[in-house]
């Protein structure tokens, strides 16, 4: 049979004519014959030219110049890439750095690991891939059960210092997460026996300490903040209706937190909209004094018990409670008592939509309204320590409110009887707060401390030097201490005051 030429630009069919046009080249295609022509360029280029040919091996040219490989293409495109990227990534390390002592490296972020780039230079930055070091020392290894390594003079025995010392470093990464010990290991650090046991004694105290800290912070009432126990007492106290809910706090100070409540009812009894829930706090060190009040009271000086501490705080809210009973008695502006269990006193709010009340101190009041509120106060001292036998012992612009015009007593906790052996000390001192406060407010007709402690103290006390009226009163007081020691032996009885919840959650 004949061969038949088929022309590749025109076919002969029976219907004419027809170009035949040849197919479209892929860019690997396109990219490979350009890479086989410059190959074969060069080749016939030490072919023409004797004198390169001969200094050539020609033997170590690849006999199969393959190009038709798009992966080993695109490896090396890549690879140009990822060059590129970690020289301007050292360039950016550089600039950042600068010439601070510390120094931030890139190093996660190259593209090329710094074995396979053969073509950094010496002067750039020295990549110190500690992760692939081939030079980092690994992790002592321990001796064998025979507890000697080598025979002869070579043997080593696990007592060796060098080996003792390694052994110790790796031992460091025990100790507790917040001890840093840094990378001793990778410095081929040695620590002797006594080091590594001073180390692990300071460890071990500062665990202790640490949970120390932490337990009596969990257990005592902090600033805007109540322990496991109080935050228990006040759930139940919303459990049992007392009140609807408990918001924020109000107000702190160095013996107790105030929070806001709404109120609910309780046994027929019906609870103010608004209270004031006065949690004491259940530690002595921001009012270490509070024993001088207590244990020289006859109300509660058998109770007194300086061992238990918890049960102090509750005698200190129990007292403020009967003061407070005995106040509203008389007529005198205070919170009543709505409720006391153990610590946690639930008074009336005195305010308005959870705002408390202004201190007097802070309230912004015309020269009408302070005069008003100094007559006031001097007949509340009058009142507490005539009719209710009580001195506020800590009368200031900071335990007073204004509220409706009106000067409002708070903060009794403290309050003694006038036979306390401090009683008028106690007194002079109030007087002496109120009368510097309203003189310095603009009040003309504010009378000195000594005669406001004459007018409600009733006595007649002469002296214009302080020394001396205080060598009075405390003549007095030395006087009244066997009148004290009768009045001890009384029973004192709580059947006047508002209910007290029972301790049957007792701790």
């Not at 930055?125 to 030079?135: E, F, G, K, L, S």
């Not at 460091?172 to 917040?178: S, V």
């Not at 504010?446 to 009075?472: C, H, K, P, R, W």
């Not at 007081?477 to 005051?497: I, L, P």
Request: hydrophobic share 35%.
């Amino acid at each position: 049979m004949d061969q038949v030429t088929v022309s590749t630009k025109a076919v002969k069919s029976p219907w004419g004519t027809q170009n035949v046009t040849a197919p479209p080249c892929s860019l690997a295609d396109v990219m490979s014959e350009q890479l086989a022509k410059q190959i074969q360029e060069e080749s016939s280029c030490f072919t023409t030219c004797p004198e390169l040919s001969e200094n050539l091996d020609l033997t170590t040219l690849p006999k199969d110049n393959d190009t038709s490989s798009d992966l080993m293409l695109a490896q090396m495109l890549q690879m140009e890439f990822d060059r590129e990227f970690d020289t301007q990534l050292r360039r950016e390390e550089k600039k950042f750095n600068g010439d601070s002592k510390v120094s931030i490296s890139f190093e996660n972020y190259r593209m090329v690991h710094p074995f396979e780039d053969s073509d950094s230079s010496e002067d750039e930055v020295d990549w110190q891939d500690t992760r692939h070091d081939p030079y980092r020392l690994e992790k002592p290894t321990t001796t064998p059960k025979k507890g000697f390594i080598g025979k002869g003079k070579n043997i080593t025995t696990k007592h060796d210092e060098v080996v003792c010392g390694r052994k110790n470093t790796a031992r460091m990464d025990n100790f507790a997460p917040e001890v840093h010990v840094g990378d001793g290991i990778g410095m081929d650090l040695k620590l002797s026996n006594h080091v590594y046991n001073a180390l692990k004694r300071h460890c071990h105290t500062e665990q202790r300490r640490s949970a120390r800290l932490h337990e009596k912070k969990e257990h005592s009432t902090a600033e805007q903040a109540v322990d496991s126990k109080t935050r228990i007492l006040m759930y139940k106290m919303v459990n049992m209706g007392i009140l609807e809910n408990i918001n924020g706090c109000i107000s702190t100070g160095k013996e107790s937190v105030v929070f806001h409540a709404l109120g609910g009812s309780f046994e027929e009894m019906i609870v103010p909209e608004e209270c004031a829930l006065k949690v004491f706090k259940t530690t002595l060190n921001e009012f270490k004094n509070r024993e001088e009040y207590i244990k020289d009271d006859y109300r509660f000086k058998d109770r007194f018990s300086k061992l238990n501490p918890r049960k102090i705080i509750r005698l200190w809210a129990e007292k403020e409670m009967h003061n407070l009973t005995r106040m509203k008695k008389a007529g005198i502006p205070c919170p009543e008592v709505i409720v006391l269990k153990k610590h946690i006193l639930v008074m009336s709010f005195i305010g308005r939509d959870q705002v408390p009340a202004p201190k007097l101190k802070e309230a912004m009041l015309s020269s009408e309204d302070i005069k008003k509120a100094y007559y006031q106060v001097v007949q509340m001292m009058q009142q507490l320590f005539k009719e209710c036998n009580l001195v506020h012992a800590d009368l200031s612009e900071y335990n007073m409110l204004w509220h409706d015009g009106q000067v409002w007593l708070i903060d009794v906790s403290q309050s003694v009887e006038p036979t306390h052996p401090h009683g008028l000390e106690f007194l002079f001192r109030d007087c002496r707060n109120v009368a510097t406060f309203f003189q310095k407010a603009g009040v003309a007709e504010a009378m000195s401390m000594y005669e406001l402690f004459n007018t409600v103290s009733g006595l007649q006390i002469s002296s214009e030097s302080e020394a001396d009226f205080l060598a009075q009163i405390e003549t007095m007081e030395k006087m009244n201490e066997d009148h004290v020691q009768r009045r001890s032996k009384k029973v004192f009885t709580t059947c006047d005051g508002p209910p007290l919840l029972s301790d049957d959650d007792d701790d």
